[in-house]
């Protein structure tokens, strides 16, 4: 499962903050752009409440989209 961009939006995250927190993680800017970033990658940096909100928002997302 990934986070998207849309999951970082739909929390009202700012791109700024979370291109900073990409940064600072070793974590692809252009990947979570294009693709998203998956769930290890975004824990691998350590516990997060930021982090843990963008995955609920992802699973939401996921349910949502595939009829659940």
Do not use: H, P
Request: with cysteine.
């Amino acid at each position: 499962m990934t986070v998207t961009i849309q999951d970082v939006r739909a929390l009202n995250y700012c791109s700024r903050g979370a291109r900073e927190f990409c940064e600072k993680k070793g974590l692809s800017w252009d990947k979570l752009l294009r693709e998203g970033l998956t769930y290890e990658e975004l824990r691998a940096g350590g516990e997060d409440a930021m982090v843990e909100r963008l995955i609920q928002q992802a699973e939401q997302r996921n349910a949502i989209e595939s009829g659940g």
